[in-house]
């Protein structure tokens, strides 16, 4: 009778063994913030097919699946897979070939960074990115006589950290041909004794830009890929690029297609009446790994150049109230023909004069539309009248866009004006999400740098003491949310990824700290310690 349990005993723990199910991946003993919508924990989870099929204890998900690829994750934290709401990714990797100008403390040293540059590469043409004068002690735009000394032959086009002026010498003037008498609506052209300083703001840069030799496609294949080498390096496992052509679109599709490219990329296509009429014409586009459901839309300039449009003058310059890089007309009609389509639209608006028009627009074409999901990038001063009306558009936001122009933002538009500026937690407090990003490679690419921002509101010197208004400082939880399931919900794929739950994609990171507990100076040194997309580490 003994044996015959025991064989039975047996028998019972076979069928039990035979019954696991298989998967691609299983992760174990892992400190798990799910970010679903009760914001619970999990220690395990199961990949098949490139999506999580189960989330739970590690014992129940032992108990239940069975995989040659079990990793141990050793209590460490894991995340979704963190979502770039705002940024440009092609452009990053191009900068990648370029002269990098990020942390310049003056103009000298602008200067000698592109003869140390040239000295290396002897280009024909020189593009360079990342100056800011605010940063300089004599913080007033720089002039070209320089470079024009120092490269008479050779045209130089660096482009300031916001990527709304660019600092041009005379013979990249001279492609366009470009004089003291040359004018472009929605620009402006800074001169200084009837000479021009080379420096172009907003659409003016085009007088030049639009003569600038194109990206070979082998150049622009390298700086893709560069791109996601980055990205993925820091966690990231979707993209907002905001502002692409066709071409761009069609190479990130064909690189994802051929499984070159395994970054996901939601594709803000540029709003000009080319890509309008190609896109609206053949309707959503969208895969596993690109979604092509939008028009990005420029309202005004950038604040640290003074583009941005202001309703009063700047605090800083009596009787300028920045720029309209598209005039009233455009923007409602081209609203008008989106809010058509099935098509989102997303509009740069810095100013509160810019964030107004495009509310009250954004308003009037969608009447009678629910659930179009509208966003307003940036969002940066917004009069307190108009906070409300973010009732139903999306605040898309950059946190380190505030601790990098705490410094000198007040400066431009006073006192008052700046209580609506970088207000995270009011936009928050309206729409009741909002989507998190970089700007990158405006801003860095480390979004452990923005969920810092969010957070703390300090700069890496944990300067000002306190944060900076901290009344408009996010949560852990929100400011986690808004870089994961609520960029998600912004883009329409909600369903699909932005939280560790059963039927979305497998898109997860491993980090060496809690960021939702630890010291908040430790989170910019927190580490990615790997990436997965679809379940595979990249």
């Given at each position: 009778?003994?044996?015959?349990?025991?064989?039975?005993?047996?028998?019972?723990?076979?069928?039990?063994?035979?019954?696991?199910?298989?998967?691609?991946?299983?992760?174990?003993?892992?400190?798990?913030?799910?970010?679903?919508?009760?914001?619970?924990?999990?220690?395990?989870?199961?990949?098949?097919?490139?999506?999580?099929?189960?989330?739970?204890?590690?014992?129940?998900?032992?108990?239940?699946?069975?995989?040659?690829?079990i990793v141990d994750a050793k209590e460490q934290v894991i995340t979704p897979g963190l979502i770039d709401a705002h940024c440009h990714f092609l452009n990053l990797g191009l900068g990648l070939n370029q002269v990098d100008l990020m942390g310049t403390k003056s103009y000298e040293e602008v200067v000698q960074r592109v003869v140390d540059f040239q000295k290396e590469k002897n280009l024909e043409y020189i593009l360079g990115r990342g100056w800011d004068q605010n940063d300089w002690?004599?913080?007033?735009?720089?002039?070209?006589?320089?470079l024009d000394t120092l490269f008479p032959d050779t045209p130089i086009?660096?482009?300031?950290?916001?990527?709304?002026?660019?600092?041009?010498?005379?013979a990249a003037l001279d492609l366009g041909k470009v004089n003291i008498d040359s004018k472009i609506d929605g620009g402006e052209l800074l001169a200084e004794n009837d000479k021009l300083t080379g420096v172009l703001i907003d659409n003016a840069e085009s007088l030049v830009m639009?003569?600038?030799?194109?990206?070979?496609?082998?150049?622009?294949?390298?700086?893709?890929?560069?791109?996601?080498?980055?990205?993925?390096?820091l966690g990231l496992t979707t993209v907002n690029d905001a502002g692409l052509s066709i071409e761009a679109i069609n190479l990130i599709d064909s690189l994802q297609q051929?499984?070159?490219?395994?970054?996901?990329?939601?594709?803000?296509?540029?709003?000009?009446q080319k890509n309008l009429d190609y896109f609206i014409g053949r309707g959503i586009i969208k895969t596993d790994y690109l979604n092509v459901c939008s028009?990005?839309?420029?309202?005004?300039?950038?604040?640290?150049?003074?583009?941005?449009?202001l309703r009063d003058p700047y605090s800083d310059k009596p009787g300028h109230f920045g720029l309209l890089v598209n005039d009233i007309k455009t923007l409602k009609e081209t609203a008008q023909r989106i809010a058509n389509s099935e098509y989102q639209m997303n509009t740069h608006a810095i100013g509160d004069s810019a964030n107004h028009a495009v509310l009250d627009t954004y308003k009037e074409v969608l009447n009678g539309k629910p659930n179009r999901r509208w966003k307003i990038e940036h969002a940066q001063i917004v009069s307190q009248e108009d906070f409300p009306k973010f009732n139903d558009i999306i605040p898309s936001v950059q946190p380190t866009h505030a601790t990098s122009d705490m410094y000198w933002a007040e400066d431009r538009v006073g006192a008052e004006r700046i209580k609506g500026a970088y207000a995270f937690k009011d936009l928050l407090n309206q729409y009741g999400k909002v989507a998190l990003g970089t700007?990158?490679?405006?801003?860095?690419?480390?979004?452990?740098?923005?969920?810092?921002?969010a957070v703390a509101r300090q700069d890496l010197e944990q300067y000002p003491d306190g944060g900076f208004q901290m009344e408009n400082a996010l949560s852990r939880e929100e400011a986690l949310r808004g870089m994961t399931i609520w960029a998600a919900y912004s883009n329409?794929?909600?369903?699909?990824?932005?939280?560790?739950?059963?039927?979305?994609?497998?898109?997860?990171?491993?980090?060496?700290?809690?960021?939702?507990?630890?010291e908040a100076v430790d989170i910019p040194n927190t580490k990615v310690v790997e990436t997965y997309v679809g379940g595979e580490k990249q």
């Open positions: 009778m003994k044996k015959l349990l025991s064989i039975l005993a047996i028998l019972v723990l076979f069928s039990c063994e035979e019954q696991k199910q298989q998967a691609d991946l299983i992760v174990t003993n892992a400190n798990i913030y799910t970010v679903d919508e009760a914001f619970s924990k999990a220690e395990a989870f199961a990949v098949k097919d490139g999506k999580f099929v189960a989330v739970g204890t590690s014992e129940a998900i032992l108990s239940s699946y069975e995989s040659d690829s002690e004599d913080k007033s735009f720089p002039n070209k006589a320089k086009a660096l482009t300031r950290v916001d990527g709304h002026a660019i600092l041009a010498n005379q639009n003569y600038w030799p194109i990206s070979t496609k082998k150049e622009a294949i390298k700086a893709l890929l560069d791109a996601q080498d980055k990205c993925f390096g051929s499984g070159d490219l395994k970054m996901r990329v939601y594709a803000m296509a540029s709003a000009t028009f990005k839309f420029y309202a005004d300039g950038a604040l640290g150049s003074r583009g941005a449009m700007d990158f490679p405006v801003e860095r690419v480390n979004p452990m740098l923005t969920f810092y921002a329409f794929e909600d369903h699909e990824k932005g939280s560790i739950e059963v039927g979305k994609f497998a898109d997860f990171i491993i980090l060496d700290k809690d960021i939702v507990t630890v």
